[in-house]
């Protein structure tokens, strides 16, 4: 059961910055389809299975946020990955803010997957 939630739950990450990157691009270019429902609607639905899944994954490894390190730096790295993804897409008034944000959340997304991946907070920064 675990490789089929981790796989799961991999998958949702590839499709959910799949998605973030193509929203991304049609906001540079000013594309009317990132005010399509769908486009609005199916991210919500990918990164909710990715939550559940991740939730499903700490609980499975015994790994919580405050109690593993690693843990704690993917949580607060979410956060800002959120906040930085939401000023990129919605929030920024110009399209130099919007970009920036963008690029930073996309670094910010690098650094969560190098720490999923070596267990160790600093992740590519090490």
């Given at each position: 059961m675990y490789y089929a939630l981790k796989h799961l739950?991999?998958?949702?990450?590839v499709l959910s910055?799949?998605?973030?990157l193509l929203r991304g691009l049609w906001m540079i270019s000013g594309s009317p389809l990132l005010k399509h429902r769908f486009t609005r609607v199916l991210p919500h639905v990918i990164d909710s299975v990715l939550l559940l899944s991740a939730i499903a994954l700490a609980v499975m490894i015994a790994q919580y946020p405050f109690?593993?390190?690693?843990?704690?730096?993917?949580?607060?790295?979410?956060?800002?990955?959120?906040?930085?993804?939401?000023?990129?897409?919605?929030?920024?008034?110009?399209?130099?803010?919007?970009?920036?944000?963008?690029?930073?959340?996309l670094l910010v997304y690098a650094?969560?997957?190098?720490?999923?991946?070596?267990?160790?907070?600093?992740g590519f920064l090490a």
């Open positions: 739950h991999v998958s949702c990450v910055v799949a998605g973030f109690a593993a390190d690693w843990v704690t730096a993917k949580v607060l790295g979410l956060l800002a990955y959120i906040g930085l993804g939401t000023v990129a897409l919605k929030r920024g008034r110009t399209l130099t803010v919007r970009v920036s944000a963008f690029i930073a959340a650094w969560i997957a190098s720490v999923a991946m070596t267990k160790q907070i600093a």
